[in-house]
């Protein structure tokens, strides 16, 4: 995928632009990349009206740069974005360090000022991986554990892209299931004032109506 260009406007009909547009910036270097790449294909957004698009890539910076390259200059604009019609989304890891949970609050108190939509995952976006197959939340303090844990289902999966280039289509047959797992979860949270260790159930079922919308 080009590092510049990402999609060319679509053709606008008396002014207006004929549907919504995805706005999705993670700071992922393959993992979350691929994911979006595959679920894009899989509920046939690419090339439609109703088009996924990925935002400047910022692979190993911080959640805090990644907002800032999204939410200061131009470049929004400079890509159609219509504040009333299309969703910006965010997807990064809390991890476990310390800092980088401080930088995390820190990103998330400009998405929610900037009213964009958060997709985040506390720790890892292995455990929205899982909810793919299991609905388990597990309490996973390492990466590798994560990593370990998706490997029962997915044997070859790996965070460098030599050796894992794409996501099988089973991963993108089961969303439904893992919208299903994670939502029922984070519901139970909120009633008990808990955080939900992901959000990304929230932009998959946005993704997932407007591919419905569109047919």
Not at 16 to 35: H, S
Not at 57 to 78: A, I, Q
Not at 156 to 169: A, G, N, V
């Amino acid at each position: 995928m080009s590092r510049r260009a990402y999609y060319r406007p679509e053709k606008r009909r008396e002014g207006k632009r004929d549907g919504k547009l995805f706005f999705v910036a993670t700071d992922g270097k393959n993992t979350e990349p691929l994911y979006l790449q595959g679920l894009e294909r899989s509920l046939n957004l690419k090339n439609r009206v109703k088009l996924l698009k990925f935002v400047p890539k910022c692979e190993g910076c911080d959640p805090v740069t990644l907002v800032r390259k999204v939410t200061e200059g131009d470049f929004l604009k400079k890509n159609d974005y219509d504040k009333d019609m299309d969703e910006v989304w965010f997807v990064f890891d809390w991890e476990s360090e310390k800092k980088r949970r401080s930088d995390a609050t820190s990103a998330l108190s400009t998405i929610k000022e900037n009213k964009y939509c958060r997709a985040d995952s506390d720790l890892f976006f292995e455990q929205w991986l899982l909810f793919h197959f299991e609905n388990n939340l597990r309490n996973f303090q390492k990466n590798e554990e994560a990593v370990k844990a998706l490997k029962k289902y997915l044997p070859q999966y790996s965070k460098s892209k030599r050796e894992f280039p794409e996501f099988p289509s089973e991963v993108f047959e089961n969303i439904g299931v893992a919208i299903k797992n994670s939502e029922s979860g984070a519901k139970a949270c909120e009633k008990d004032g808990k955080e939900w260790p992901t959000h990304m159930h929230e932009l998959v079922k946005s993704m997932e109506n407007a591919s419905v919308a569109r047919k």
